[in-house]
């Protein structure tokens, strides 16, 4: 096989050809530093200069404010489950409080009550994990330390349209599967995370956005990898970063900024394409189910049901005939999952909503 097919996995996820194409290009030689990205000291000038421009590139495209720090980290998402409750709520006397809107926030709690006292200040799991809270359903705790919420739940496709109120409680957020797909105001949030495997770059870096104040939080008898300070105060050169997924990301936000316009049209192409899906599932009279409510509706992951398990076997069988890939739901749920990130073009989205169309009409 040397075509590419259409990708819709949920991560590692398809990645835009131009980045792809720059990164090829440059593979042997990364312009002026005589090697490749992937053989230069993380301490040399020409790593620093990738560094640095990946950095000033996501402060550009998401305008972060000067008292936030950006960091380049290892370990995923799934560490950071244990990096916040350990640098922001152990030791802290005070609660942190989770609100669960799907697989990964329960994840992320089951590290934090490790740390800390816990208070799950909504949970979403009665209904399946269908919907988000309505405004006055958060039973935020008194002492909080922060508010968890994950932007957009991945496996179920819920997502958070607008910051949940939260008051002068630190707000944490998991961004992992839309991070970079819309504007975000980043002085609603203490703390952003995102690995970048869904829609900003390769696995093995993970984004994250903190604001000074909780730096200076978090022990030093945590283990030194484990404090996010020590990555601030050595601009995430603690130890050797994972050099090769910063310049990706560096490179896709320059995609982002350059080719798409910055992240406010990013997000209207984002909708158009959603909205392509979710037409065919509301007009199929029952046959598509699509799995979210509709104003909680993920324009990243777009989650379906069909009649019987037996028909979505075969329509993911036929999808894959057809080149449209990697749409089985999550182990965990079944069904069928699009992912349409960043990188999926329209044409994509095209292929498959036609192909939703056919199927549909033959059975
Ligand atoms: C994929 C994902 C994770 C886990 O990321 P890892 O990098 O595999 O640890 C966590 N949260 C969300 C919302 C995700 O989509």
Redesign the pocket.
């Known amino acids: 096989m040397s075509e590419r097919v259409f990708n819709f996995s ?2 590692p996820a398809v990645l835009p050809i131009p980045v792809l194409e720059e990164i090829q290009r440059d593979m042997l030689v990364l312009p002026g530093a005589g090697a490749s990205i992937l053989e230069i000291s993380h301490r040399g000038k020409d790593f620093v200069a990738v560094l640095e421009d990946a950095e000033r590139q996501l402060r550009d495209l998401l305008a972060i404010p000067n008292n936030y720090k950006v960091l380049f980290l290892q ?5 950071q489950f244990s990096m916040v409750p350990m640098n922001l709520l152990r030791g802290s006397g005070k609660t942190a409080d989770y609100l669960l809107t799907g697989s ?1 926030g329960k ?1 992320a709690l089951d590290e934090a009550v490790k740390e800390g006292a816990t208070h799950v200040c909504w949970d979403g799991k009665p209904h399946n994990y269908d919907r988000l809270p309505a405004a006055g359903e958060l039973q935020l705790s008194d002492n909080s330390a922060y508010v968890h919420i ?1 932007s ?3 496996i179920e496709g819920v997502q958070f349209s607008t910051e949940p109120d939260v008051g002068d409680t630190p707000l944490v957020a ?1 961004l ?2 839309d991070f970079l797909s819309r504007p975000v105001p980043v002085e609603r949030y203490g703390l952003i995370y995102a ?1 970048a ?2 829609n900003a770059g390769p ?1 093995g870096v ?1 984004v994250v956005i903190i604001r000074d104040d909780l730096l200076a939080l978090g022990d030093k008898s945590l283990p030194g990898m484990l404090l996010y300070r020590n990555h601030s105060e050595n601009d995430s050169c603690y130890n050797t970063p994972p050099t090769f997924g910063v310049y990706v990301v560096g490179l896709i936000a320059k995609w982002l900024q350059e080719e798409i316009g910055g992240l406010a049209s990013m997000a209207e192409r984002n909708q158009e394409k959603a909205a392509l899906l979710y037409d065919v599932i509301d007009d199929s009279d029952g046959f598509y189910q699509g799995h979210a409510a509709r104003e909680c509706r993920s324009l990243m992951n777009v989650t379906f049901r069909l009649p019987s398990e037996d028909l979505e076997k075969s329509f993911l069988q036929q999808a894959t005939e057809r080149d449209l890939c990697s749409l089985a739901g999550h182990r965990s749920v079944g069904g069928i999952r699009a992912s349409i990130y960043n990188a999926m073009p329209r044409a994509g989205v095209e292929a498959l909503r036609d192909f939703m169309q056919e199927f549909r009409q033959a059975n």
Do not use: I
Request: hydrophobic share 20%; proline share 0%; glycine share 14%.
């Open positions: 949920a991560g370990g995923g998402s799934r560490l990964w994840k994950t957009n739940e991945t998991d992992s599967s690995c495997q869904k696995a993970t």
